[in-house]
């Protein structure tokens, strides 16, 4: 029987995950999907999950990678979405309906004993950043995979470069004060910001022929900045900052003003397109 | 083997060479480096192609590293393809462009 229960270092990220921001996230779930679309196309098409594999879809949250990844592994394959959190899997498990292509399981990747030797693809679209452990946690899903078995992740690059998140923090920041930044590699968001970092992470864990690079995608809103800025407002820096300064709704509303004014410059005739910088990295097991 | 240093109020502008001996960069080659090993030193700038059997950043660094080892270091800033066995990176270095780990 697996134990769902996370390693000590991951609790705090199962209680985030679990209660508020992962609920909002699951509230969320749709929107967030289409935030995140060009991405997911980019993860598919480096991953390239083929008909008949079996995936392993790590930090699945609402199940929007597991069940893209599954419409190509197809009737003969199989792909089990993993993430610590029961709120975004009752999320997962509701959209899936039942497929029998597909499942969920409550676990922590770090250190749950998935089978070994089980799986051709282990994939996760921004779901490698939160452990407390990374190299343990990378270390144990080389297990899982199939020797020649390949890894293929997206990760967020530096801050800096990615406005959808930049701005929103400096919104949040301009009306309610600064917080302690992160540091560099702490789990989180941008844990796995720098290429070299997670190259030799990967390399630890005993993955050969490793590439990270770069790539350009778009954050999408339908509609205007405003939208764009309540979405961005409801997750991320500016949710943080309204938990540890107390923020009350007026907040939120000046936030969200100053945030849209910041993406107006994104805005197109039908949406709001984000620019962003991702880090993709793909691995194989030998 | 030899060392040479490239010391800091020196600019080269163009390829350096040194077959099996060791090259410090502490101040600026716009040029390719082949060497056994280079070191570019916090204040050291190179912008071209690296190729040693191991390289250590710790400055400035664009164009392509190829290598057995390399280690950045916490002040690195490399805008770079880099293909390398093995690859350090301490807290802090940064890397932009892309990474090959031929293991």
């Not at chain 1, 209680?15 to 909002?24: E, L, N, Q, S």
């Not at chain 1, 289409?34 to 997911?40: D, E, K, N, S, V």
């Not at chain 2, 077959?19 to 071209?48: H, M």
């Not at chain 2, 280690?71 to 892309?98: I, P």
């Amino acid at each position: 029987m697996p134990d769902p229960s996370p390693a000590p270092g991951n609790a705090g990220q199962a209680d985030f995950w679990t209660a508020g921001p992962g609920v909002r996230w699951a509230a969320l779930h749709e929107a967030l999907d289409g935030l995140f679309a060009q991405a997911t196309a980019e993860l598919l098409a480096r991953a390239q999950p083929r008909p008949g594999e079996v995936a392993l879809d790590i930090g699945c949250g609402a199940g929007d990678t597991t069940l893209a990844a599954a419409d190509r592994t197809g009737a003969g394959g199989h792909v089990e979405g993993i993430d610590i959190s029961e709120t975004l899997l009752g999320v997962a498990r509701r959209r899936a309906g039942g497929r029998p292509d597909v499942s969920f399981t409550l676990a922590d990747a770090q250190t749950h004993a998935f089978r070994a030797d089980g799986a051709d693809l282990v994939l996760s679209r921004f779901g490698m950043m939160f452990f407390s452990d990374p190299a343990t946690a990378l270390a144990n899903l080389r297990r899982a995979l199939k020797p020649g078995g390949r890894i293929v992740f997206l990760t967020w690059a530096e801050v800096a470069r990615n406005p959808w998140n930049r701005e929103a923090k400096a919104a949040g920041v301009a009306r309610l004060g600064a917080v302690r930044p992160d540091a560099p590699r702490e789990p989180g968001q941008f844990a796995f910001a720098e290429i070299g970092y997670v190259a030799d992470l990967l390399a630890q864990a005993g993955f050969a022929a490793i590439t990270g690079e770069e790539a350009e995608t778009r954050l999408r809103v339908p509609g205007r900045a405003e939208q764009a800025a309540a979405l961005a407002a409801e997750i991320g820096p500016v949710s943080r900052l309204m938990r540890e300064k107390g923020g009350t709704d007026a907040d939120r509303h000046a936030i969200v003003a100053d945030l849209a004014g910041r993406f107006r410059r994104f805005e197109t005739a039908e949406r709001v397109e984000v620019p962003a910088v991702v880090n993709v990295f793909a691995a194989l097991r030998p | 083997m030899t060392k040479s240093v490239i010391e800091e109020d020196l600019t080269i502008d163009g390829n350096v060479v040194s077959k099996d001996g060791d090259i410090e960069v502490k101040g600026k080659v716009n040029g390719d480096i082949t060497s056994k090993s280079v070191d570019v030193s916090v204040a050291g700038q190179v912008q071209g192609v690296i190729t040693a059997e191991a390289v250590t950043i710790r400055g400035k660094h664009s164009g392509q590293i190829a290598c057995t080892e390399l280690a950045l270091e916490k002040n690195a800033e490399v805008t770079a393809d880099v293909k390398a066995q093995t690859l350090s990176s301490e807290k802090g270095a940064r890397l932009v462009g892309k990474v090959q780990i031929t293991g």
